[in-house]
Nanobody
Framework: QVQVVESGGGSVQAGESLRLTCKIS????????MAWFRQTPGKERERVAT????????WYAASVEGRFSVDQDRPKNWFFLGLDSLKPEDTAMYYC?????????????????WGQGTQVTVSS
């Protein structure tokens, strides 16, 4: 059984930083795509960043490039999102998603496994 569990969200002031952690269990030790998404009520879910676990290939949405960064602890199957220079518009529920790599780009695929989300709130 695959489990995806996010943690690390919280309430911060604009300009501050957070680090989100995604713990993935139940997936075999194969090349994977991992992604962070975010969503606010009434808006479509936004793909924020992705990582190909074998090649360490990353992708970022234009809205976060230069401020957010992804990383992984591959032996543990943990996936991280560093959020720097946070803005009020970054306020959202952040979701981690994972799937086996099947070719193509991780920023283009539909993900099979999802976490429950962790809330990030940025006040001005």
């Amino acid at each position: 059984q695959v489990q995806v569990v996010e943690s690390g969200g919280g309430s911060v002031q604009a300009g501050e930083s957070l680090r989100l952690t995604c713990k993935i269990s139940g997936l075999a030790s194969r090349n994977k795509c991992m992604a962070w998404f975010r969503q606010t009520p009434g808006k479509e879910r936004e793909r924020v960043a992705t990582l190909n676990s074998d090649g360490y290939v990353t992708w970022y949405a234009a809205s976060v490039e230069g401020r957010f960064s992804v990383d992984q602890d591959r032996p543990k199957n943990w996936f991280f999102l560093g959020l720097d220079s946070l803005k009020p518009e970054d306020t959202a529920m952040y979701y981690c998603a994972a799937d086996y790599y099947r070719g193509g780009r991780c920023q283009d695929i539909d993900y099979e496994y999802w976490g429950q989300g962790t809330q990030v709130t940025v006040s001005s």
